[in-house]
């Protein structure tokens, strides 16, 4: 699977940014996906995920009721709308594709590049 990550920016702290990934090269459907982030210095941190079909979705504690995770299938695209950002949500930000569960450490079977997302205050 290529993962191709897109939407990042600047944006004003309490603003919304909508993230893409869009996948190509096997069927998107057989895998769960993922948004990670890791700022400066920091290790890559688990942001939320979201089953193959959609049904089931994962959030740190950090961006729970703020960020919301969803899949188009027939695009192969997952999004994540994050609203109400803060300063601490300046990473880095890289969608993960796996076919197995344990969501939230970084045993991904594909990367995305990454796409910046900087909070201004």
């Known amino acids: 699977v290529q993962l191709q990550a897109s939407g990042g920016g600047v944006v004003q702290a309490g603003g919304s940014l909508r993230l893409s990934c869009a996948a190509s090269g096997r069927t998107f459907v057989n895998y769960h996906m993922a948004w990670f982030r890791q700022a400066p210095g920091k290790e890559r941190e688990f942001v939320a995920a979201?089953?193959?079909?959609?049904?089931?979705?994962y959030y740190a504690d950090s961006v729970r009721d703020r960020f919301t995770i969803s899949r188009d299938n027939a695009r192969n695209t997952v999004y994540l709308q994050m609203n109400s950002v803060k300063a601490e949500d300046t990473a880095v930000y890289y969608c993960?594709?796996?076919?197995?569960?344990?969501?939230?450490?970084?045993?991904?079977?594909?990367w995305g590049q990454g796409t910046q997302v900087t909070v201004s205050s």
């Open positions: 993960g594709a796996r076919l197995s569960y344990g969501f939230r450490n970084t045993n991904y079977d594909y």
């Open positions: 979201i089953t193959r079909s959609g049904a089931n979705t």
